[in-house]
């Protein structure tokens, strides 16, 4: 292979998978229509968002070494706390701000425990994954939290369903990867992120505060995931401490997908993205495919595996 | 003499690892703009001592100050701000980031907080240029360096910032004799401009040739120190080791016998360019080249760890079967690699387990490993190589470098092969055990094995080889019996300049 | 001692049975027999192994009598098998369980539910039009019960209503919900006239789904399944037009008190039905209904 | 401390987190007679063997360096064919035979995928949570899988509750334990996990066969699925395609309480088996100290952390 096409295929090469996943479910005939439509894209997209959100601070977790089992407990946690701030008739501002510095809190406690106390990411934020989930249900006294009407309520929508326009949250979550992107990539705090990843102990020989930096790695994506409780408020119009049980493994799947390593150090935002992406248009064609959930779960599964597969080949990485 | 103003005093400094104690109260005294150079054998405590200074670890007692002021580093971070810099004596890479990310990693060029690549690449060019590499690609991960390469940006690393101490823990293990020359002269610039150095080699040569005065370090305390130039080779030696080491290259005698090995124009996609040789039973090959000559490269094509792109490699009396490692090891053929940290060592792992790994199963029967013959075994090599360890249970992350290397040397040298790679086997290894190593190769040629030795130190393979072949740019140029070369006659091959 | 064990506690149904059974209590109790009730469901809901450990942990500490809600009907037949032969009685509420063992089975008859949303979904839809079906989960048996009664009507009573999708499952949360129905309607938006959606996750997720896709408010008929805060301010709002909704705290109480009885050596009846109403914007605020929609929960929860 | 007493605490020290969960519950009054019961700790042993048999295949796989996601479908199918094959009228020991074979088919595939196409366990495992959980639903065709009776149906409990022999089950495990801790140990074999966990580059320079190697942990581990599996079955007396979701993060917890690191090359037996009896003890007591579930789900999360904090102070290990 000549090596501009191999430049063009390396460029293109995160989508792969992603056209892939599309590519299956436009070929059959009856769904095609519904499915490749601009409203079914939007739809796709609006239903990306939490997960991409929650991806963009994973994915700074993971290129770090680390891994934050609590994110779905979070996303419940801060949901609620955002319901009962606005049932009590906090404004937008204020509550925005609070819901996602509540995330940041919970980061900010898990990165501390897991810097100071030197202990493994997993346990602590599988207890922070417990506490958070008590917590909300607690908060929320066992009940969604109702409250009677927010502007939040329409970011995840549009006032026409049918129009063109995008939701405002998908645009915060694409401007959002874009900043992230550029600072991981770009800036000392990003590359630090990715040299605690790559070898730990060489950072801290070299004067990265390894202890301050992972500590603000989890605040930071605490602050994400408060970000995704919020939608996640608008979504449902109600703060539900039930909600996202599980999506920690989603959106851990989505980076790792995105090309991320479990081991730390690699790792990209455009990945993580393409991952969310894949997971949302996966769950969304097969459903529009009218097929039985047993056998949804069993293609996404297979898809998941040779997505992953595909893209490892074009990249040549054997490891 | 008495120093004026010591830019760097050490008193009673001790430390203790669980059970083990490392140092006993070491005291340290440099003036500015000396060459200092601390020597001692393996396990002495020279690492430990340096990684107090450099923040690293914390001492449990003594005090250390700095151009007069108390001197107390919290962490690296904060030594580096206070200007006390240190090349680590393991490689110390972030291998997913870049050549020059690695470099400027901890003193990044940035402007709020956003890095600014060009003022980063032109100080990582000058960095590396005090080395000679400016030609260096900086944009390739640090993990497809060789060692050796590795190893130079590990010490542009520490040049970048204008330290007023800088220590350097083994910095030419894996350098070739130009490099070294080459960090020398830095050496001798920056000791012009007031810094002092603290310098750690186990080539006592070196040592003599740029040091103003060195102390002597034996199990956690100070033996022994004094001016370089009114101290003798010997004196020192004894100082280390306690006894004395008559004659540092023995030779056992051997006879060659028949050819065992036998490479045939091999290439490999990497650096290789084209190697022929034949190696016979009883022979010891060594193998000289500069940084990237492909030396590494010939002999992980030997053990099947690449593949060869042309050419051919036969073992003697060996099936040409699929050819993997694993192979390779039943066909009597062992490898030691120059990266004891990545390919080398089981850290977690006790002592025993790592020197028996390549022949459990004949530690026990239907399976079972027979624990108590396998820790015999261990303790056995323990002796012979003086490793300073607890005992054999003891994970071997927790031993200093060189008894580190001694442990994967031993795994080798226990396994029955008649073939063995050795890719820089002495590095980071005393002058004493160095000389019981060599020993025990002659006694491996003699019992009619085969000895490949690549190193890029010199005498060593002018003192231990019957052969030497000499590799320039990914050939191997020439091949002449040891009698026939010189230093100056490898150095003018290696380089090309025929 | 009497043990309470739902299936899970967040969802306001089990809010209702929990005040049904503190009504019990404070009934005894005015009466002077000495009962305390123990409310405890599984740590994971929805999840049987969890409601087994549950109850044999009780049985482990002996309490006077169990009123258990089984997550399964088999895979809670051991441990209650095995709690009746430790001589602690136990009385089913809500779902049945396959076994002899329980003294009583007090539940809403959820086919019977299911047949009433059929035949309301089919008089709203005019007997014919084209219909989506949104089951809950794999594995819940009383929603199975709801989907088969409304398959079995829409099929006899009704043949000229199409059924567009009946086998797409809503998920555990309301999230969930909301992204099956989003991709429903994305595919039969056009064509779908009625949808029924088994429980009250399940309709809440299609509701906010109608909405944001401008069907609500009639467009699309939707007939639900219990009744909620939300449930409730969209049919009086137009946006749902029925919910099949049943008596919890009624199941709660009678669960406590034929404990009791039964502890007292009196004969109680082996099924109770509950009964099952179906509300809609008009009947909203008459009386019978007051129970099943508006629960005094505040008087006994609080 | 002097020299005795700290090999004392070493010795004692893998109980240490046992010890304090269950002097957690044992302290205030009320509660605390159900609870010190023989009774009792035959309920929590019982209700541990799942996730116990599980925890010894995992521990072997974390030991390895890997993962395995499926686990918890891996038992609910395992289960589910149990089921069918009992419903047919197979006898007993030949569907337990095929049981814990077709578990170890799962993991043979897992490992084959991880081992030949050089994948990260991750993502392959997760692909297969998807499937075989969507294939025990279409093998049960969406239902749990009913048969009359069966022999398996009696080892999880004892005919009489109240007596004071152990279930079958707790005794499997129990026997299971040893063995699997003495192959770990003393065997090549098992040294050779080690190893590769360790550093799977030197394993192989040393001639370790580390696909083989990886592909063999994983088809036994999966054995030890396929056994938790036939449990499973035995204590729900059906086949339950729906079981054990979520029971992959109680397993792996196990594992990391009991002391292995997600990294490879550190783990024991007795660590895990200590693991899943702390996850069990916490949700046993919890349940009898009569608090709320959400309090219940706090306290776990929290007891959790500080169990594995005082563990690792103890060991002094600040890695
Ligand atoms: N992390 C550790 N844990 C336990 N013991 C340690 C640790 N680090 C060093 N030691 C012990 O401290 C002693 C001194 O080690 P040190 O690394 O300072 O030796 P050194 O003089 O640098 O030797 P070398 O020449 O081999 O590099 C050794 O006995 C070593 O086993
Ligand atoms: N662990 C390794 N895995 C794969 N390739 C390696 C490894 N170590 C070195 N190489 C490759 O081998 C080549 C290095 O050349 P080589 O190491 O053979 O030179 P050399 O003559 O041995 O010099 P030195 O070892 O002193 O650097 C490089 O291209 C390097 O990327
Ligand atoms: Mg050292
Ligand atoms: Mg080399």
């Known amino acids: 292979m000549n090596d501009t096409a191999k430049r063009m295929l390396g460029k293109a090469g995160p989508f792969f998978g992603l056209i892939l996943v599309i590519a299956l479910f436009a070929i059959p005939g009856e769904s095609r229509e519904a499915f490749l439509s601009y409203h079914n894209f939007k739809i796709i997209l609006t239903q990306t968002v939490i997960v991409a959100i929650g991806a963009l601070g994973m994915t700074m977790i993971i290129v770090s070494g680390g891994i934050d089992l609590s994110v779905g407990s979070s996303i419940a946690f801060t949901s609620v706390v955002g319901a009962l701030l606005v049932k009590h008739g906090w404004s937008t501002a204020p509550t925005c701000l609070a819901t996602i510095l509540t995330g940041g809190v919970i980061g900010l406690l898990n990165g501390t425990a897991i810097a100071r106390l030197r202990m493994t990411p997993f346990i602590i934020t599988l207890g922070t994954l417990g506490v958070a989930r008590g917590s909300a249900k607690w908060l929320g006294d066992n009940q969604t939290v109702n409250y009677d009407s927010s502007p939040i309520n329409g970011w995840m929508t549009t006032p026409d369903p049918f129009s063109y326009a995008l939701p405002a949250g998908v645009w915060v979550a694409i401007v959002l990867a874009v900043i992230t992107s550029l600072v991981l990539n770009n800036t000392v705090f990003g590359r630090h992120i990715f040299s605690i990843g790559s070898n730990e102990q060489t950072a801290r020989l070299c004067g990265v505060p390894t202890q301050r930096l992972k500590i603000a790695i989890y605040a930071l994506a605490g602050c994400f995931f408060g970000l995704a409780g919020l939608f996640q408020l608008s979504r449902l119009r109600q703060g539900d401490p039930t909600v996202a049980i599980g999506l920690e493994l989603d959106i851990i799947a989505s980076v790792i997908i995105g090309g991320a390593s479990l081991n730390g150090g690699v790792g990209t935002i455009l990945g993580s993205m393409i991952g969310a992406l894949i997971m949302a248009v996966l769950r969304n064609g097969s459903q529009q495919m009218g097929w039985p959930t047993y056998f949804q779960e069993i293609i996404i599964g297979l898809v998941i595996i040779v997505a992953v597969f595909l893209d490892r080949l074009r990249q040549g990485k054997q490891a | ?498 | 001692r009497i043990a309470v064990i739902p299936k899970g506690t967040t969802h306001e149904f089990w809010k209702s049975i929990h005040a049904g059974a503190v009504k019990a209590e404070r009934e005894l109790k005015a009466q002077g027999v000495n009962v305390s009730i123990i409310w405890k469901g599984p740590l994971k809901e929805d999840d049987r192994e969890q409601q087994i450990q549950v109850v044999e942990n009780f049985v482990g500490q002996r309490v006077s009598a169990i009123v258990l809600a089984p997550l399964d009907k088999r895979g809670l037949v051991a441990p209650v098998e095995s709690a009746v032969r430790g001589k602690i009685p136990v009385i089913v509420i809500d779902s049945g369980l396959e076994s002899k063992a329980p003294a009583s089975y007090i539940a809403t008859d959820n086919r019977e539910g299911g047949r009433i949303a059929a035949r309301e979904l089919g008089k709203l839809l005019g007997g014919k039009g084209n219909a989506i079906m949104l089951r809950l989960q794999v594995g819940s048996a009383s929603t199975e019960a709801r989907e088969e009664g409304f398959l079995e009507v829409m099929k006899k009573d009704f043949p000229n209503i199409k059924l567009l999708s009946t086998d797409q499952h809503a998920g555990a949360t309301r999230d969930t919900a909301k992204a099956v129905s989003e991709n429903l309607l994305n595919r039969f938006g056009k064509q779908v006239n009625g949808i029924f959606t088994c429980n009250e996750s399940g309709t809440a997720g299609m509701l906010l789904a109608l909405r944001d896709a401008g069907l609500a408010k009639g467009k699309v008929k939707l007939v639900g399944f219990d009744s909620g805060e939300t449930l409730n301010a969209a049919l009086l709002a137009g946006d749902i037009q029925g919910l099949v909704v049943q008596n919890p705290m009624k199941m709660g109480y009678l669960g406590v008190k034929n404990a009791v009885a039964v502890l007292r050596g009196e004969k109680v009846e082996a099924v109770v039905d509950t009964g099952v109403g179906f509300v809609t914007k008009e009947n909203f605020n008459s009386p019978d209904m007051a129970d099943m929609v508006r629960p005094p929960l505040d008087k006994y929860l609080k």
């Open chain 2, 1 to 498: 003499m008495t120093t004026i103003a010591a830019a760097l005093r050490l008193t009673g400094i001790k430390k203790s690892f669980g059970a083990t104690q490392a140092l006993r109260g070491v005291s340290l005294e440099i003036a500015p703009g000396e060459v200092h150079a601390l020597i001692g054998e393996n396990g002495a405590g020279k690492s430990t001592l340096m990684k107090i200074l450099s923040g690293a670890h914390a001492a449990d007692e003594g005090t250390m100050e700095l151009g007069g002021a108390p001197y107390q580093p919290t962490d690296p971070h904060d030594a580096r701000l206070k200007g006390v810099a240190m090349i680590y004596q393991e490689l110390n890479l972030a291998l997913h980031l870049s050549a020059q990310e690695n470099i400027l990693l901890g003193a990044e060029s940035a402007r709020g907080g956003w890095i600014d690549r060009t003022a980063s690449r032109e100080r990582a060019r000058a960095a590396l240029a005090l080395l000679g590499h400016e030609t260096l690609d900086l944009d390739q991960p640090a993990g497809r360096f060789s060692i050796a390469e590795q190893q130079v940006i590990e010490i542009a690393r520490a040049l970048l910032t204008k330290p007023q101490v800088l220590i350097m823990d083994e910095p030419t293990s894996s350098l070739t004799q130009a490099d070294t020359e080459r960090l020398f002269a830095t050496i001798a610039r920056l000791r012009a401009q007031g810094v002092s150095i603290i310098y750690i080699s186990h080539f006592l040569e070196e040592c003599r040739r740029i040091a103003d005065r060195f102390t002597v370090l034996k199990d956690g305390e100070t033996v022994g120190a004094g001016q370089m130039k009114e101290a003798s080779l010997d004196h020192i030696v004894t100082l280390m080791t306690g006894r004395e080491v008559k004659d540092l290259y023995p030779r056992t005698a051997h006879a060659l016998g028949e050819p065992v090995l036998e490479v045939k124009a091999a290439v490999s996609p990497l650096r290789l360019k084209g190697a022929s040789l034949r190696v016979r039973a009883g022979e010891i090959f060594g193998l000289a080249g500069l940084i990237g000559a492909g030396r590494t490269d010939l002999v992980r094509v030997i053990f099947a760890l690449d593949e060869l792109e042309s050419g051919e490699v036969c073992i003697v009396g060996a099936p040409a079967e699929a050819a993997t490692p694993h192979h390779r090891w039943a066909q009597g053929v062992g490898f030691l690699s120059e990266n004891r940290k990545e390919e080398g060592l089981m850290l977690t792992q006790s002592l025993a387990d790592n020197i028996t790994l390549t022949k459990h199963e004949t530690f026990g029967r239907f399976g079972w490993i027979n624990g108590r013959r396998q820790r015999e075994t261990a303790e056995r090599w323990i002796g012979e190589l003086r490793v300073k360890c607890r005992d054999g249970t003891q994970r071997v992350g927790e031993l200093s470098g060189g008894n580190q290397q001694k442990i994967a040397l031993a795994r080798l040298l226990e396994h029955p092969a008649r073939i063995f790679l050795l890719d820089e086997p002495t590095r980071g290894i005393d002058v004493g055990s160095k000389a019981q190593i060599y020993q025990l190769i002659g006694e491996l040629a003699a019992a009619g094995k085969a000895v490949i030795v690549v190193s890029s130190y010199l005498p060593e393979l002018l003192g231990l080889c019957d052969t030497v072949g000499v590799m320039c740019r990914g050939e191997l140029a020439a091949v002449r019996p040891r009698p026939q070369w010189t230093e100056a006659e490898i150095m003018r091959v290696a380089t090309g300049s025929a």
